[in-house]
């Protein structure tokens, strides 16, 4: 668990930017305070931090100090993900560096903290179109040393520039 990737590498999950109405409550990103964000980090982080193992929503609403259907709502409308589903997607992002690593596909599914190796298999082919195992072949294709794997996430402009200012300062 210690050496799960920086928040950063999840960008895209973080706080949407745009406005959308949610459910019959019309919680909109632009309702939600600035205090609640910052309630709703704190059980953003703890789903970061515990991953692997079961959190329930009033866990991740007790953490937050809120009740259960505010953070429901507000958590969805900031993060443009239910709780679970953005538990789901840590949870497979985990997977799929394990995976890269080069680890089994049960390891990997373990690790991240799914229970059923069967329902991993089937959320993973669901969201990626490929079986863990035939995206392990394909990514092993494109990245040979699993140690280079996080260079994936890197944009290659900001890569390439800090290589070349590495290389040039050595």
Excluded at 12 to 21: S, T
Excluded at 88 to 109: F, H, I, Q, W
Excluded at 139 to 155: H, T
Excluded at 162 to 169: A, L
């Amino acid at each position: 668990m210690n050496d799960a990737p920086p928040r950063s590498c999840y960008a895209n999950r973080d706080v949407k930017q745009r406005v959308r109405p949610i459910g019959a409550g019309g919680v909109r990103v632009e309702d939600v305070s600035p205090a609640t964000v910052r309630r709703l980090l704190r059980a953003r982080d703890l789903v970061h931090d515990r991953y692997d193992a079961p959190l329930r929503l009033d866990d991740l609403a007790g953490a937050a100090g809120l009740s259960r259907f505010f953070f429901l709502r507000a958590f969805t409308a900031t993060f443009g993900d239910t709780p679970h589903g953005y538990l789901t997607g840590v949870r497979l992002d985990r997977a799929k560096r394990e995976l890269a690593r080069g680890s089994s596909v049960t390891e990997a599914c373990l690790s991240a903290g799914f229970s059923s190796l069967g329902s991993f298999s089937a959320l993973f082919s669901r969201e990626f179109g490929a079986s863990p195992r035939e995206w392990q072949k394909r990514s092993r294709l494109v990245v040979r040393v699993p140690e280079s794997w996080p260079a994936i996430f890197i944009p290659g402009c900001f890569l390439f520039f800090h290589t070349e200012q590495f290389s040039r300062s050595t």
